[in-house]
């Protein structure tokens, strides 16, 4: 036992190097099982050094643990070899790794996990008439891992990145979304940095015509709902070039989401359109961030390496913000990594 939150596999473990599982008791939730959270500890943890935290969200088949593994590109043996251990992306970009894991047991249809668990469940979607507590929503959970784990481990750091792919990706910028219904109310997602939200398969329209969670619609029960908040949220929008298979097994196929585009590449340049837009309506400006990633298709560890290889920056390890963005002119284009830290949206394809 570490502390009330967190239980520690193998449990004699004493020092926070390495990786680890993490059972992480959740009694505000009301769940009858801990949740899982394989994590991965650089030596800087160890030796007390300023260390980034990144959450990285799995995607609809639940599979936090094979996402873990596939992150560090190697099996357990390998992390006694130190040659292999410098290799890794937690060591080599000074990052704690926490993947969660939503299983279908505790997080049951996609309404528990990629719409977040907001509103009760009604035939596979929320019923935005019936909003849950708080407590219990999806969203909540992850900035309580953060407090637990940063406690256990000394962590010193000031918040964490949230990165998810396809239905993690759903996770992310929802997220933002529902955090923005009514910032002053919604606890529990105080510690979030930055998110990045990776060839997601539908997305929360910056729209009152779609119901949540395809748009604002139904947002009102749980707050005062607000546009301009999610518009300047620290977004950033991720897009695999080749990610255009119209027939993948996994892409949504609920009419909202079919008329934001007919694979993921166009739904998320809908998406980054459709934020812009809005912005210019408000008279306000869009914080969001927006690049695409070149020859990658629907592939979360290619999308992930690119992310930390052109915009992990600084010693927070999160992108340096840009100036506001002007909606009146801006146009959705791609950011690439020589350009990063220019105004607004620039011209050029990440490459």
């Known amino acids: ?63 936090a643990e094979e996402t873990f593994h596939r992150i560090l590109q190697t099996d357990k ?15 080599l970009h000074n990052f704690v790794l ?3 894991e939503f299983s279908a047991e505790l997080f049951p249809e996609r309404n528990a996990y990629n719409f977040g668990n907001v509103f009760q469940n009604s035939g596979n979607m929320p019923d935005t008439t019936c909003p849950n507590r708080k407590e219990n929503w999806s969203f909540t959970v992850i900035d309580r891992i953060y407090e637990a784990v940063k406690l256990a481990a000394a962590i010193n750091t000031e918040g964490y990145v949230l990165w998810g792919h396809s239905a993690g990706a759903q996770f992310v910028h929802r997220l933002l979304a529902v955090k923005s219904a009514d910032e002053n109310t919604i606890t529990g997602m105080r510690h979030l940095l930055c998110a990045v939200a990776a060839n997601a398969g539908s997305y929360t329209m910056p ?93 979360g560890i290619l999308m992930l390496k690119y992310y930390l290889k052109h915009h992990w920056t600084g010693t927070n390890g999160i992108i340096k913000k840009n100036k506001v963005l002007d909606a009146t002119t801006a146009r959705p284009r791609a950011c690439s990594p020589s350009t990063s830290r220019r105004r607004g949206w620039t011209p050029r394809t990440a490459s």
């Open 98 to 100: 926490l993947v969660p």
């Open 207 to 299: 729209s009152f015509k779609e119901q949540y969670p395809f748009g604002f619609g139904g947002l009102s029960h749980i707050g005062v709902c607000r546009l301009a908040p999610f518009l300047h949220a620290p977004l950033f929008i991720l897009l695999g070039q080749a990610d255009t298979d119209e027939h993948h097994k996994n892409l949504p196929t609920d009419e909202p989401a079919q008329r934001q585009g007919s694979h993921r590449l166009q739904r998320g340049l809908s998406f980054v359109s459709a934020g812009l837009a809005c912005a210019r309506e408000q008279g306000t400006f869009c914080g969001w961030r927006f690049a695409l990633v070149p020859g990658v298709a629907h592939d």
């Open 1 to 63: 036992m570490i502390n009330r939150y967190l239980v520690c596999i193998p449990s004699d473990s004493r020092t926070w190097t390495g990786d680890v599982v993490l059972n992480f008791y959740d009694p505000s939730s009301n769940r009858a099982h801990p949740m899982r959270v394989f994590a991965y500890f650089p030596e800087a943890v160890y030796n007390k050094e300023y260390t980034s935290v990144l959450f990285v969200m799995h995607g609809v088949n639940r599979n």
């Open 77 to 91: 043996k390998d992390h006694c070899n130190p040659l292999a251990k410098k290799e890794l992306l937690p060591e």
